[in-house]
């Protein structure tokens, strides 16, 4: 008897779940669906296989051993490596200058870039303590922390493994001070060898993609050359992310109060009340603009309230950025806005509205980059992220809060949001039809 009633009560339970729609979506498709995200940005991260770093390399020592060093940068799987900006009939192709690659990573073309030293050749590495050693530089921008680590890894890695005539000859040099010099016999068979080492570098110049995709193992080379890394975006800031986090987290906010707001249409269709309101010279066009700017209104005192938190508590550089802060946070808004008004007028009951926007809205926060940062995903992740809201919100805060860059250099993230939000809206007012029908 007591085994019936324990299956009686478990059998109730599975049908009132696949009654539930709601329930059944966050038990079941939701956690699916985050896996599948996260299985696409990490699920397949070997050393092989994470997302390259795009590095600007300036040769100022123009001799064979600083080529040499490129083209085993070049061959490098973990690094995407640019000497010259893209070509374009106003930009014609002209390798980067120090000057030029600095403004480069300030604009975020790249987030490092690296300087290949004046007299490279000279010592392009060294043994010991005492011997004389090259400085590269490395041009960070402190937004990555990842790019600047990477690189000076790599760096270490590619002098040992794209010179070894070099390594080779340096290494017998400083065996034969230690050792007190070698006779005529060994010096011929040094040499024989550093030339066949020599030819083998002329040999793989040829073929600079012939390594691309093979795994490899990077040694602890720390002592063969001396890095400098000076952060060129971001060096006076006092907490670098907190623009971002501001962002990222505010607007995955917002879109779940827009959704919610937006759900006052449905709990008026329920209650009889939109037929009174429709039958009171409001047509459905105003009443959902009039519902849009009010989402809105809320959208924008909520991000405004989340920046000024954050400068009173995290010491954001709020102040100094009101422009292009209302500007961004009025496009974020009313793009958020239309958003909840199409998820409200597609749906048919709050149930609906709440499993959908769910689904749809941490979806869009994992791979807009509101949960982590787009900079550590794949290429195509990256790709995808463009389709949300929350990548080209986060973009132009960064432009504004990090790279100090004007309003006007807002065009991209705010044509996208506002055109989006407009064509949102008109899709809402399509469906929304329903209402008028009924």
């Given amino acids: ?125 060294s043994f010991g303590p005492g011997s004389p050693r090259p400085t590269f530089q490395i041009l960070n921008d402190s937004s990555d922390p990842v790019a600047a680590q990477v690189l000076a890894g790599m760096l270490q890695k590619t002098v040992m493994m794209s010179l070894p005539a070099t390594m080779a000859s340096v290494g017998s040099q400083f065996f034969e001070q230690e050792i007190g010099g070698l006779s005529g016999q060994q010096r011929q068979q040094l040499e024989a060898s550093l030339n066949a080492l020599r030819k083998l570098e002329e040999q793989q110049s040829t073929s600079v993609n012939a390594t691309n995709g093979v795994k490899s193992v990077t040694p602890d080379l720390s002592g063969l050359v001396s890095i400098s890394v ?66 809105a209104i809320v959208a924008f005192l909520q991000l405004a309230l989340m920046f000024l938190w954050a400068a009173a508590v995290f010491h954001l550089d709020l102040f100094t950025h009101v422009p292009g802060f209302i500007v961004m946070t009025a496009a974020t808004s009313f793009a958020v806005a239309a958003f909840g008004m199409l998820l409200a007028s597609i749906t048919r009951t709050r149930a609906q509205l709440a ?19 787009r900079f550590l995903m794949p290429d195509a992740m990256k790709k995808v992220g ?4 929350n990548s080209w919100s986060i973009d132009g805060y960064t432009k504004v809060f990090w790279r100090d860059e004007p309003v006007r250099h807002l065009g991209p993230q705010i044509t996208v949001l506002l055109t989006s939000g407009l064509v949102l809206f008109l899709l809402a007012r399509l469906f929304a039809r329903r209402w008028e029908a009924a």
């Fill in 355 to 373: 499993a959908i926007s769910t689904l749809i809205i941490l979806t869009m926060s994992a791979v807009g980059g509101s949960m982590f940062p």
């Fill in 1 to 125: 008897m007591m085994i019936r009633m324990i299956a009686t009560i478990v059998q109730t339970g599975f049908r009132s779940l696949r009654r539930d729609r709601v329930a059944f979506v966050l038990s079941f498709v939701l956690p699916i669906a985050f896996f599948t995200i996260f299985g696409f940005v990490f699920g397949n991260m070997r050393a092989s296989s994470t997302p390259r770093v795009s590095v600007l390399v300036v040769d100022e020592d123009h001799t064979s051993e600083s080529r040499a060093l490129i083209r085993g940068l070049l061959r490098e799987p973990s690094l995407d490596v640019a000497t010259h900006p893209k070509t374009s009939k106003e930009n014609p192709s002209a390798d980067y200058t120090a000057a030029t690659a600095e403004a480069a990573v300030r604009n975020g073309v790249a987030p490092a870039a690296l300087i290949i030293p004046s007299g490279f050749s000279s010592h392009p590495i």
């Fill in 230 to 295: 000076r952060d060129v975006v971001g060096e006076k800031k006092r907490s670098p992310m907190i623009s971002y986090y501001a962002a990222g987290v505010g607007v995955m906010f917002l879109l779940f109060t827009s959704s919610g707001a937006s759900g006052s249409l449905l709990d008026e269709s329920d209650s009889g009340a939109l037929d009174r309101v429709l039958s009171a010279r409001v047509t459905m066009t105003n009443l959902l603009a009039g519902k849009l700017i009010y989402s």
């Fill in 386 to 389: 463009l389709f949300t809201f």
